[in-house]
């Protein structure tokens, strides 16, 4: 376990600079996910962490020990891959195994490292199998596992359930979360799924073009964003954004509110009809416990809507919109939170 400190960390390519001056810290233990659009520099920042990209200016510091000029396998971090990167020709034992006999580990401490991290992720019985008679989950736990033996300080993730299908990822999700709290290593996880960071991260980091735009609990993000990007890119539907007369009356450039923070009724379509913004339904997708609906309504974009099951309204019915005032988010015109 180590604290980690990343303080001012720029990355150029030549005159292209891709991380502007990034100050993150993840502490002892710590759930830390990057999270962001592709092409913001996550990766590139965890890829600078494990050492296999060079830092143009800043520091890195694990336990209190800057360690920018040392190599990869003397930072004491271990990655796993989106894509497994296991020996193909190497059986499930010896994957595990490798990193510790090139480390020239004896050979019982070896065997008992991996068959303690093969229990742990319930691979015991596939020791003797090779990658290719695995399946995708398996194979992902095979390449946490061989982080797992060399017990490092930090874990480094990066978008490894990409490969999963959806059903996978919401159950490897679950597991790594796990994982992590049993062995309460401090671990970064970069992925470009919002709900993925919200679920396991105990901290996130929300990047946007090689800048932090905000830190904080994944309900904090939720609840107080800190800008229009933040806002929008944290939340499933996304956060619906209105301008003009309906941001006037809340004296703001732009407002914002999230898809379960409408009252949606039926109505007549009449302007006064119980008040709030009139609309039509244009599309509804009946999902058992949510009602997801798209509605027009005139003065704002088509409104993302998620209400109850039971709600039952069909495409054409004319409906009365009201937004829970209480959770409206109001920006000014530069897109900062008011």
């Not at 800048?211 to 609990?217: L, T, W």
Request: one cysteine or more; charged letters at 25%; aromatic letters at 6%.
């Amino acid at each position: 376990m180590a604290r980690l400190e990343l303080e001012e960390i720029r990355k150029s390519y030549g005159v292209l600079e891709v991380l502007y001056g990034i100050s993150v810290t993840a502490e002892d233990g710590e759930f830390l996910a990057l999270v962001g659009p592709s092409g913001c520099g996550k990766s590139t920042l965890l890829r600078a962490i494990a050492g296999l990209e060079a830092i143009t200016s800043g520091d890195i510091r694990i336990e209190g020990t800057r360690v920018n000029d040392l190599a990869p396998r003397d930072r004491d971090i271990a990655m796993v891959f989106q894509n497994y990167a296991l020996y193909p020709h190497m059986t499930v034992e010896s994957n595990m195994g490798f990193a510790l006999r090139l480390a020239g580990l004896a050979k019982d401490e070896i065997g008992k490292r991996v068959a303690s991290a093969a229990e742990i992720l319930d691979l015991t019985r596939y020791l003797d199998r090779k990658p290719v008679a695995l399946s995708g989950g398996q194979r992902q736990r095979v390449a946490m596992g061989r982080a797992i033996v060399r017990a490092p300080k930090v874990f480094l993730f990066d978008e490894p359930l990409s490969n999963l299908d959806a059903k996978l990822r919401v159950q490897m999700r679950g597991e790594i979360r796990e994982l992590q709290q049993r062995l309460a290593t401090t671990t970064v996880y970069v992925t470009h799924d919002q709900v993925e960071a919200m679920t396991m991260a105990d901290k996130i980091v929300v990047m946007n073009g090689g800048k932090v735009e905000q830190i904080g609990h994944p309900l904090d993000l939720y609840r107080k964003p800190a800008n229009i990007f933040v806002a929008t890119f944290i939340g499933s539907p996304q956060m619906n954004l209105m301008t003009g007369p309906l941001a006037d009356r809340y004296r703001a450039a732009t407002i914002g509110v999230r898809p379960e923070h409408f009252d949606v009724q039926a109505s007549t379509g009449t302007a006064n009809d119980g008040g709030g913004w009139q609309g039509r339904v244009v599309s509804a997708e009946y999902l058992g416990s949510d009602t997801y609906l798209v509605v027009d309504v005139d003065g704002a974009p088509r409104l993302q809507i998620r209400t109850h099951g039971g709600l039952v309204l069909p495409v054409g019915q004319s409906v009365t919109v009201k937004p829970n005032e209480e959770f409206l988010y109001r920006f000014d015109d530069q897109g900062i939170a008011l």
